[in-house]
T-cell receptor
Framework: GAVVSQHPSWVICKSGTSVKIECRSL??????MFWYRQFPKQSLMLMAT?????????EQGVEKDKFLINHASLTLSTLTVTSAHPEDSSFYIC?????????FGPGTRLTVT | AQTVTQSQPEMSVQEAETVTLSCTYD???????LFWYKQPPSRQMILVIR??????QNATENRFSVNFQKAAKSFSLKISDSQLGDAAMYFC???????????FGAGTTVTVRA
């Protein structure tokens, strides 16, 4: 099956700093990628839809200025958490769409101290 | 847009036995896809099974099968001959036919007893 990678797998940053998470589709081109946030023992919450070459579409309640998404190529999307605060600590998962199916990355655990 | 409901937060099953997870959904689309995903402790999302709504035949993947009742908007997952490796959180999800966006249910945690 298709493979999606995420980097880093775990990041710790200080409050007020920014952190970038990369999502790559390794063996296929993805015009659409998605970013999710997941709290422990809860479901995935869609944050935004990322389309190659265009602005991301954010879900209601997601601060677009805080969670910057860039989809610069057909294999790479990035999520930058700007001015991170402890409440941004969470597990972030990306997925890449290949036709009607989404392939998920392994996730990134963000801890803001 | 779709909404997905999983009413069983937790299920427990004896090894080698069968367990059925419930899922209901609502959608305004005539064509759509339904999925079951598994999330083990590693938190990697793994596709278990996929069902195209226009297909009447229930999808099957080895020990995993679904009971798709389109009129009732029900999509349950049956795990047969449960194994210790089946222990995970299972999510039911739905997407539109031309829209890749997934709507997830709240999830069901499956515990397998040895």
């Amino acid at each position: 099956g298709a493979v999606v990678s995420q980097h880093p797998s775990w990041v710790i940053c200080k409050s007020g700093t920014s952190v970038k998470i990369e999502c790559r589709s390794l063996d296929f081109q993805a015009t659409t990628m998605f970013w999710y946030r997941q709290f422990p023992k809860q479901s995935l919450m869609l944050m935004a839809t990322s389309n190659e070459g265009s602005k991301a579409t954010y879900e209601q309640g997601v601060e677009k200025d805080k969670f910057l998404i860039n989809h610069a190529s057909l294999t790479l999307s990035t999520l930058t958490v700007t001015s991170a605060h402890p409440e941004d600590s969470s597990f972030y998962i990306c997925s890449a769409a290949d036709r009607y199916e989404q392939y998920f990355g392994p996730g990134t655990r963000l801890t803001v101290t | 847009a779709q909404t997905v409901t999983q009413s069983q937060p937790e299920m427990s099953v004896q090894e080698a036995e069968t367990v059925t997870l419930s899922c209901t959904y609502d959608t305004s689309e005539s064509d759509y896809y339904l999925f079951w995903y598994k999330q083990p402790p590693s938190r990697q999302m793994i596709l278990v099974i996929r069902q195209e709504a226009y297909k009447q035949q229930n999808a099957t993947e080895n020990r995993f099968s679904v009971n798709f009742q389109k009129a009732a908007k029900s999509f349950s997952l049956k795990i047969s001959d449960s194994q210790l490796g089946d222990a995970a959180m299972y999510f039911c999800a739905c997407s539109g036919f031309n829209d890749y966006k997934l709507s997830f249910g709240a999830g069901t945690t499956v515990t397998v007893r040895a």
